[in-house]
């Protein structure tokens, strides 16, 4: 009784020295477990470049650290005692607990880590409600920005985001982690009440580019959008300047333009879902002799990203899978055309 109450004292008011003579080494216990299942230290020596005698003081330290004797030295090769036999019953679980340790700390912080996501208007106007219920579902908080590419560029160089999902390639910089997604095709959409020649044809006639001279051009407003500047080197290929150009500051709003006024306009394939309640005024097919594409991108800084990639993959994945089965399928309900000119990069 009188040694019970002395322990329980000791508990209560020296729990360091409990805790002090408790722990043992996982070091010393890997190389228990090591020696006990060769019955070699110099094998055991060799194998983990160490020197048999700093095998042995390790084997002595956790003899000492557990209170109990683990081989019967005096034989060769080497053999277990009862306390020995019982401690590698134990040692492989408490070995491999502490190996996975850090993998389930990561998988819980990830759970709980902040992402700070910028977000191009493209993608905003189109995939975005998915993209971040999925995200919120798998991090503690979500920050989500919405910008035009120039300033979102600019953000991310300032590092007010984590990740950033935005197309084409203003960050060639060493210091970016770059992983293309998907890629759309631009398309020339025109209302139909414009009568277009020869549209069906890969090779641009005289008759079509006068044509598409003369009616109305319909192009985004936004100094700081990627789409602007891509249409007007598309433009530039084409050789053509229209000779009445309006501005819209959305997709929904371009679309609704080309299709009450009958005029035409150059946007990629997503963008023109954006204004899919005026679909039925327009037509949309590939430029004619010109491939122009648009490449959808998660970026992030490649030192965060080699410190710890799983956000940059988390929205990487996330926004395949809602591509993949939620994009699709609205891609699908307007046109299975439309479909064809939005590819996932494998």
């Known amino acids: 009784v009188v040694k019970l109450k002395l322990l329980i004292l000791i508990v209560l008011f020296f729990p360091e020295r409990v805790m002090k003579t408790a722990l043992i080494s996982l070091d010393e216990l890997y190389l228990f477990v090591r020696v006990a299942k060769s019955h070699f230290i110099n094998l055991v020596a060799k194998e983990e470049g160490m020197t048999p005698s700093a095998v042995s003081q390790a084997i002595f330290r956790l003899e000492k650290d ?156 936004h100094e700081g959008s990627s789409d602007a500047r891509a249409v007007e080197q598309i433009l530039l290929s084409m050789e053509l300047n229209p000779a009445k150009h309006l501005e819209a500051s959305s997709s929904y709003a371009l679309v609704g333009l080309v299709g009450e006024l009958g005029g035409w306009s150059i946007i990629p394939a997503t963008n023109f879902w954006c204004g899919r309640q005026f679909i039925e005024k327009c037509h949309a097919l590939a430029i004619p002799s010109i491939h122009a594409t648009r490449t959808m991108w998660v970026v992030t800084d490649k030192a965060r990203y080699e410190e710890d990639p799983r956000l940059a993959q988390l929205v990487e994945n996330t926004v395949r899978h809602v591509m993949q089965n939620s994009m699709y399928p609205e891609l699908k309900k307007v046109s299975k055309e439309l479909l064809k000119h939005c590819r996932l990069v494998r």
């Not at 277990?80 to 389930?104: D, S, Y």
């Not at 007010?160 to 770059?178: C, G, K, N, S, T």
């Open 66 to 221: 557990v209170g109990f004797e683990l081989f019967q030295r005096e034989s060769r090769p080497l053999k277990l005692i009862a306390a020995g036999k019982r401690l590698l019953e134990e040692a492989p679980k408490l070995l491999l607990t502490a190996k996975e340790l850090p993998l389930k700390l990561k998988n819980h912080a990830l759970s709980e880590a902040t992402l700070r996501l910028g977000i191009s208007e493209s993608v905003t106007a189109t995939m975005a409600p998915w993209v971040m219920k999925e995200l919120s579902q798998k991090v503690g908080t979500l920050n989500t920005v919405s910008l035009l590419t120039k300033p979102l560029v600019e953000a991310l160089r300032s590092d007010q985001f984590d990740v950033a999902i935005m197309p084409d390639p203003l960050l060639q910089e060493e210091r970016w982690y770059r992983k293309a997604v998907y890629v759309e095709d631009f398309l020339l959409v025109y209302g139909k009440g414009l009568q277009l020649p020869c549209v069906e044809k890969e090779e641009r006639s005289h008759e079509l580019m006068a044509a598409l001279s003369r009616a109305p051009f319909i192009g985004y407003s």
